[in-house]
């Protein structure tokens, strides 16, 4: 099996530049597939690249060959014993959480029944005692009902979900839980993972993937025809294909932004909504046959044609808020109190189902999506757009142990989805939302930040951090946090433009 590479792979591979790799695909010295090039390709157009004979090429092709095989067969004698088994033992857990909590109320109800006793030997107001023994009676019996229905309810999700089909990606080991509901992309894409798709209606061919082991089943039409030999190999669409037992697919995922193709897709408005005086939430349709490959954390362009048609359409750039679960409907935070055209244009004459041109992804603000540290958030204004994304991609993924979140900003209204953040801090027990107030000037704000990180964390050794703020902020910043224990390779920064200024 040939291996396709991105072009950011094959530079690190050989040992060059990317724009010398370009440089070959110019001259047609190299061929390039979708964004990708193939080693053997490589190998010739390279032959005396960091290496002094073309053994190493041998060898790595027949080392990642060998290497799938072996994984292959691991997972059909396996069938996903360590996906199961993480699911066992977090059923386990629930189950013993829930027994603990059983045994808690039973206490607290034998001392609440002592109690009424005691008090009603001493109780001078026979209607204050049965005012209270009827809320308590009335308590006892709502807390009974729940007992009886909700765990009941809980353990059928669990295991209805836990029965559900497991699919392992190779080579990269990650694996999901497909639901027959869905096609294998649409799951893959719901768990954070950034496989490659295009058309997403069996037409360009994109999503194709080998059917290493189990069984899929034909849940949609496609027009796209596989070669007699992908046939053999046992290749699939998975935006056509449902699981219907565990399986194994071999396919690509996007490791880095350098994976993500650019791409530009006209797209309908699909919803305007102030969110405060200073804030616009804008919502983009993305059509069915083209949807937006992108990665949490990265931003776009956005441009729209002016009424006078021969001015330059209006063009602004943005943070995607949204997830990359949710590729259909992209989310912008828009600030409309600064004097520029295009939120001017947003706020005041755009409106529902007008077309809007997109052209990107860019940026590299990205999760590391291997690193096994916790993670924290930073966020300046409308700086909390691209942490908004990279915050519903890590839950998707479902891997970081804790998850805080440090919102800053001026004024209260300026937490423009504070429900949002507090919603996620009393539904999740490993996520932490922290906000803050204070002056726009930066040695305000850093000692403010500062002085919550101290009071809540002893150190960083074993985090992430994500920040999102204007440049200068985070180059303050990111000594004092390295002060504090936290690795440089574990910061990662984005400059933020739009929101209000921070000033020394």
């Not at 189990?214 to 699981?243: M, P, R, W």
């Not at 991609?393 to 953040?421: F, G, R």
């Amino acid at each position: 099996m040939d291996r396709h590479l991105s072009l950011s792979q094959a530079a690190r591979l050989i040992g060059v530049k990317r724009g010398d790799i370009q440089k070959k695909i110019q001259e047609n010295k190299l061929r390039v597939m979708e964004g990708t090039v193939v080693l053997s390709d490589l190998k010739k157009a390279f032959p005396d690249a960091i290496y002094e004979d073309n053994t190493m090429m041998e060898k790595m092709e027949k080392f990642m060959k060998d290497a799938v095989n072996k994984m292959a067969q691991s997972e059909r004698e396996g069938a996903h014993v360590d996906a199961l088994s993480r699911r066992l033992v977090r059923l386990n857990k629930e189950l013993t959480e829930e027994r603990n909590r059983a045994d808690q109320f039973e206490e607290i109800i034998d001392g609440m029944k002592q109690k009424f006793m005691d008090l009603k030997i001493n109780a001078r107001n026979d209607n204050n005692f049965n005012e209270i023994r009827s809320w308590f009676n009335t308590a006892v019996h709502k807390v009974n009902e729940e007992k009886l229905t909700t765990p009941v309810e809980n353990l059928e999700n669990q295991i209805k979900q836990f029965m559900l089909p497991h699919v392992r990606l190779l080579p990269s080991r990650h694996d999901y839980i497909s639901d027959k509901s869905e096609t294998l992309l649409e799951s893959a894409l719901r768990s954070g993972l950034a496989v490659d798709y295009g058309c997403n209606n069996g037409k360009c061919g994109k999503c194709k993937a080998k059917l290493l082991s189990g069984s899929v089943e034909k849940t949609l039409h496609q027009d796209y025809v596989f070669s007699e030999s992908e046939k053999s190999q046992g290749f699939i669409l998975t935006c056509s294909n449902t699981a219907i037992t565990d399986i194994t697919l071999e396919t690509e995922e996007a490791v880095c932004s350098d994976d993500i193709p650019l791409q530009t897709i006209s797209t309908k408005i699909k919803k305007r909504q102030k969110v405060s005086d200073n804030v616009m939430v804008l919502t983009l349709k993305t059509p069915r046959s083209q949807r937006l490959r992108f990665l949490a954390g990265q931003h776009i362009e956005l441009s729209v044609n002016s009424q006078d048609k021969e001015q330059q359409p209006i063009i602004a750039e943005y943070s995607i808020a949204s997830c990359p679960c949710e590729p259909a409907n992209l989310e912008f935070h828009i600030p409309i109190n600064a004097n520029e055209p295009f939120a001017n244009l947003i706020r005041d004459e755009l409106k529902t189902n007008q077309s809007l041109t997109i052209k990107g992804p860019h940026g590299s603000f990205v999760l590391n999506e291997d690193s096994p540290n916790s993670l924290i958030f930073i966020a300046w204004d409308t700086g909390f757009a691209p942490i908004k994304s990279l915050i519903e991609h890590a839950m998707s993924l479902e891997q970081a142990e804790t998850i805080h979140l440090y919102w800053m900003t001026t004024k209260v209204e300026n937490h423009y989805l504070d429900n949002l953040c507090r919603s996620w801090n009393d539904a999740l027990d490993n996520f932490t939302y922290t906000r803050i107030m204070c002056e726009a000037k930066t040695d305000v704000v850093v000692d403010s930040l500062m002085k919550h990180i101290h009071d809540e964390h002893s150190h960083l050794l074993n985090f992430d951090l994500y920040i999102a703020a204007p440049g200068h902020l985070n180059h303050l910043l990111k000594p004092l946090l390295i002060s504090h224990g936290i690795k440089a390779q574990n910061t990662h920064f984005e400059s933020i433009f739009h929101g209000e200024e921070v000033k020394d």
